[in-house]
């Protein structure tokens, strides 16, 4: 299995406001480091669900099943994995409690199916700490929000 290294971080400016994600994947072989750069801006959107898009995005680059980090200042999508949220959010129906839907359970459910296609492991970075793909993240993010600007689809 091909090891890749995903970094993601997702903004908004306002919550909701525009938004932007940005990516770096990082593959390394005997030929060297190869690195992919993605960012997309959205008009009306907020940060939790940049933070998602960014991760399912960077999943489905990957063209075979891949042993995967994610690395993301997002503790909201670290968490979520690595705390057992999500698997007991699917067993209630992404219900918590009798009342309390999860929120953005479409992002959740496709950043779910995409994990499931690898063997993928969550690891929180602090953000702003000068980690040099968390730093570019940030900026191909930011970025985004100066670009072309789309509606978010959900």
């Known amino acids: 299995m091909k090891k890749v290294e995903i970094w993601t971080d997702g903004c908004s400016k ?3 406001g525009v938004g932007g994600f940005g990516i770096v994947l990082v593959y390394k072989d005997s030929d060297g ?3 992919k750069e993605i960012k997309q801006g959205f ?3 907020t940060n939790n669900r940049m933070e998602l898009m960014a991760g399912i995005v960077a999943l489905r680059e990957l063209k075979y099943s891949c042993d995967v980090t994610i690395y993301s200042d997002s503790k909201y ?4 994995f690595n705390s057992g949220w999500v698997d007991s959010w699917e067993r209630e129906n992404f ?3 009798k009342s309390n839907e999860v929120k953005n359970i479409e992002l959740w459910k ?3 199916q995409e994990v499931k296609k690898h063997k993928v492991k969550f690891v929180w970075v602090k953000g702003h ?3 040099i793909y968390n730093e570019r993240c940030d900026l191909l993010a930011n970025m ?3 670009g072309e600007l789309i509606d978010d689809v959900y």
């Open 95 to 97: 219900r918590k409690g």
């Open 14 to 16: 306002g919550n909701p």
């Open 43 to 45: 008009k009306l959107t």
């Open 33 to 35: 480091e190869h690195i």
């Open 129 to 131: 700490a000068g980690n």
């Open 144 to 146: 985004a929000l100066d």
């Open 110 to 112: 496709e950043m779910i």
């Open 77 to 80: 999508v670290v968490d979520a």
